[in-house]
């Protein structure tokens, strides 16, 4: 059996081995436009009439039944889960979370403002959407970030358990989703449990434990 080979006799590093810690800089773009990446798919899913899972889904479904815009209903939405995240991810990434949950609520009646009016076919709002809301959540996520709510709940058991972030949210969403039955019809159902599993999918693709060692 061949002997274990010492650190010293290894050689340097190969750049792969190499971990690169994100500067503020980079951190403060990051943030900036997965935020706006996810504001938008969400404006998407919005005009679609239809919804999405996690606490911005749960949002889109209030906002539907209420007279309280989406961006104050999802930061409203947010603050219990706050606790939890400075609990078990730490104030880093609970301020981060926050900062980022806060850009999402800014930018959203940005897009109702400029796009005036958009009508969308409800099976392109509900792919285009929840593949932007993805997108920019990975963007979110590898600046230490996240969207509170479901997000901190998922991101806490892929850390303690090793399961994937995208399974873990994908089986919470399913609540979401039914419960827009309340607001929506048996084919925004449909579409929104189509969306979700395209987002949810996204993030298990591509958001996976040890994957990335700069994160």
Known sequence: MTAPVRAAERGPETPAQTVLPHSRTEDVAGLLSGTFVVSLGLYLLQSSQLVTGGTAGLSLLLSYG????????????????????????????????????????????????????????????????????????????????????????ALIAQDRFGWRAGYVQMGMDVVVILASLTVTSITGVLLSALGAVVLNGVLALNHRPGRYLGA
């Open 66 to 153: 209420l007279p309280t815009p989406f961006a104050v209903l999802f930061v409203l939405v947010n603050l219990p889960f706050m606790a939890l995240a400075a609990r078990h991810k730490g104030w880093d990434f609970t301020l981060r979370t926050i900062v980022s949950i806060a850009l999402v609520s800014g930018f959203s009646p940005l897009h109702a403002r400029l796009f005036d009016g958009l009508h969308l076919d409800a099976l392109y709002g509900a792919i285009a959407g929840n593949l932007l809301v993805g997108i920019g959540l990975l963007i979110v996520f590898r600046h230490r970030s996240s969207l509170g709510g479901f997000n901190v709940i």
